[in-house]
């Protein structure tokens, strides 16, 4: 308040009003009394409080990260129970082991993704040894935590506090509704989510170098990591006139450097050829039209069950935006990530569960709009002061989404913890036999699709290809018309022939049997298996020889 007290400009405090007449001045009246604050606070009670003391605790970052973290940790504990969830972690794990012995990447070993989960795996097994895999999954909670929490702070800059804690719990619920195998592994795309998600963040704050280099290393992760660069162009485009230009060298810089250096590091041609060439019979190898359909609506209905508490809101909220178009410049952003994010899980056409998970920030962000920008209820005006939905948004549409989401969430966690990877007895089988019928140090040659044979067992894998896919084209689902010999990554077989004949491997197993890749159809391998080795084991199916003289 500001009152003229003896021609000076009194603020902040009540004064006396010099009134002026026509020849007379009134003195001034005696000082009133200051109001003594009320001390009861709370929902209908007519007082306000200090703002600051008013404010939810929930609404301090660092409250909200410790929440998230528990949350991720309560989702992904299922994890922990069993001794891996995929083959592509067997992949990983073998991969690992053999980095960690002195191979060099993309020469002693290989594989089509960028090379820092390898590394990941790789660091958490000189921590804890190769025979465990409990430390990267620690590492995969963090890196959902990390996820959530970029999450939240994007929908703070974007939409305020109150939006903050719903986006990243709808991240982790989220996270949970794919298949048990596909949510509880460790692999490429939970790596991957952190670095998209600050991506974007700092995209948001107009920090584009900060956004490039957070690019880069979702890029080296996995290389669909690249999606957020559509909006984040869209965001350096719609800078001011003057700063574009300096936003768009900052964000390719940040990019474009760390890939460069990683490429230096490896060698140029190994890393481009592995990362970005190696790939082209595999892409061109889809699935039929109606697995593609069964895949990809059967895990996009088990995100839709998550973000069921939002259905409610649709009429109401669609001829809001029809009328009003209420679609502002960051709403267009976050349907862009969402759409390059979709284009990354169609890349190849396989639609593994797995895949979904890049879908899952943008997913959250956009269901907590679509929340927000809801019509409120004239009636929850009191509800809103305080109270649960004060710590979960600032309406009941929010609080009744975000619990809805976690009740569907702790259902699909309860099934997960009952749930078992696909072949996970006959792999410790195999494992065992090969344990048994060779010494450590021996080499071991699988043919087949389970890599983690090699890490269950203990022993070095003879070659680099790990898996039949490499040299068949083969991987589930596919077109297993384009299975063959002459569907390999180049150079494949020329390669495995140099490494058999330099190392002969002590043990072969066969798991080919009822397989679009049979090893009799394959002359220059089945004859080398007839010249030297004897069969001495069948252990569900898979076929185990052992060399003369071994």
Same mark, same amino acid.
């Given at each position: ?9 009194? /603020? ?5 009003? &010099? ?48 929440? &998230? ?98 986006? *990243? ?48 290393? !979702?890029? &080296?992760?996995?290389?669909? *990591? ?55 019979? #595999? ?49 267009? !952003? ?41 019509? /409120? ?92 896919? &490499?040299?068949?084209?083969?991987? *589930?689902? !596919? ?7 002459? #569907? ?38 089945? /004859?080398?298996?007839?010249?030297? #080795? ?10 185990? #020889? ?5």
């Amino acid at each position: 308040m500001a009152t003229v007290a003896n021609g000076r400009v009194a /603020r902040g405090r009540p004064v006396a009003v &010099l009134a002026v007449t026509a020849g007379t001045v009134a003195p001034p009246g005696p000082r009133p009394a200051p109001a003594r604050p009320s001390r009861r606070t709370g929902p209908g009670t007519g007082s306000r409080s200090d703002p600051r003391a008013s404010r939810p605790r929930l609404h301090h970052p660092v409250t909200q990260a410790a929440i &998230l973290l528990a949350l991720s940790l309560a989702v992904r504990a299922p994890s922990f129970r069993r001794p891996f969830w995929s083959p592509d972690e067997g992949y990983l794990g073998t991969e690992a082991v053999a980095l960690h012995h002195g191979g060099r990447m993309y020469a002693d070993v290989v594989d089509r993704k960028p090379p820092l989960v390898p590394w990941l795996y790789e660091a958490c097994f000189a921590l804890t040894g190769p025979g465990t895999l409990w430390l990267v999954r620690v590492c995969a909670v963090l890196a959902l935590t990390v996820t959530a929490v970029f999450v939240a702070r994007l929908a703070a800059v974007a939409w305020g506090r109150s939006a903050a804690l719903p986006a *990243g719990v709808l991240t982790v619920a989220l996270s949970a509704a794919l298949p048990p195998p596909d949510a509880m592994a460790a692999t490429f795309e939970i790596f991957m989510l952190p670095a998209t998600a600050a991506a974007m963040y700092y995209g948001a704050r107009h920090r584009f170098l900060a956004a490039g280099l957070a690019l880069a290393v !979702a890029t &080296l992760t996995k290389q669909v *990591g690249l999606a957020p660069l559509l909006p984040l162009a869209v965001m350096v485009l719609a800078s001011p006139r003057r700063r574009r230009l300096r936003h768009g060298a900052a964000l390719a810089a940040g990019l474009l450097l760390p890939i460069a250096g990683c490429a230096l590091l490896l060698g140029v041609h190994p890393f481009v050829f592995w990362i970005f060439l190696s790939s082209g019979s #595999y892409a061109d190898s889809p699935q039929s039209v109606a697995a593609m359909c069964g895949h990809a609506a059967g895990i996009l209905l088990r995100l839709a069950v998550v973000l069921a508490g939002c259905a409610p809101l649709l009429p109401r909220l669609l001829p809001r935006f029809r009328v009003r178009r209420q679609l502002s410049s960051f709403d267009g !952003a976050l349907l862009l990530w969402l759409l390059a994010s979709a284009a990354g899980v169609s890349a190849g056409f396989r639609f593994y569960g797995h895949y979904f998970l890049q879908l899952v920030p943008p997913l959250a962000l956009l269901a907590v709009r679509a929340v927000s920008a809801a019509p /409120r209820h004239p009636r929850s005006a009191p509800f809103q002061r305080g109270g649960v939905a004060a710590w979960f948004g600032r309406s009941r549409a929010t609080a009744f989404a975000v619990a809805c989401a976690v009740a569907v969430c702790a259902a699909f966690t309860a099934g997960a913890l009952r749930a078992q990877p696909p072949e996970l007895g006959k792999s410790l089988a195999v494992a065992s036999a090969v344990d048994g019928y060779s010494k450590p140090g021996q080499r071991v040659f699988l043919w087949g699709m389970h890599p983690e044979v090699y890490w269950l067992a203990g022993r070095p894998a003879g070659s680099r290809y790990l898996t039949a896919g &490499l040299l068949t084209n083969f991987s *589930g689902g !596919a077109d297993v018309h384009r299975v063959g010999a002459r #569907y390999a990554v180049p150079g494949a077989w020329a390669g495995l022939r140099r490494e058999l004949a330099a190392a002969p491997p002590c043990l072969v197993v066969d798991d080919s049997a009822g397989t679009p890749y049979p090893l009799a159809d394959y002359p220059p391998l089945a /004859r080398l298996v007839d010249r030297d #080795y004897v069969p001495v084991a069948v252990v569900q199916g898979a076929r185990i #020889y052992r060399r003369a003289g071994c």
